[in-house]
């Protein structure tokens, strides 16, 4: 397989991601397997959730592809490491970022992560099964995108949040 066959192979696999995250997430985790999402909607003390489980299985697939495919590189190889890319992202945006489970990426100013981080909140909003929106993880819909524009980052001042916009 040549080299441009390989990116495009990891991209397309790295962007189908989003679609097969976000069709698993709203038809699979909001309906079959919410007994196992569910510890995802509800606050609790614990630092692992029943939802943690997820995980198990994309690594699966990323590491069966990986190893099946790794003796030529072939495109099962690619496809293993377009899953686990996304993954990566997957838990540096959503379990760092979004939800602060590690403590060392709080807030951010960009506007695409701010569109992102609101876009989950309002998935968030509802506790139970069905009522949910936003279910992608890397795509936000255009009218967060707006409010991030609109909204000023807030900023950090002796352990307060304060707004920058001005009361004019």
Known sequence: M???AAV???TATFLGMEFVAWFMHKYVLHGALW?????HHVRHPHHFER????FLFYGALSMAGIMYGSDEK???FWVGIGIAAYGTVY???HDVLIHGRLRFWRKSSNKYLRAL???HKMHHKTTGRDGSQEFG???VSPKYLELARRKPAPVRVADKQVSTSSPL
């Open 91 to 93: 838990f540096f945006v």
């Open 8 to 10: 495009a192979v990891t």
């Open 74 to 76: 072939s495109w099962p």
């Open 2 to 4: 040549t080299m441009w």
């Open 35 to 39: 007994f196992l999402h569910r510890s």
């Open 117 to 119: 981080n609101m876009a």
């Open 51 to 54: 939802n943690d489980f997820f």
């Open 137 to 139: 993880m890397l795509w």
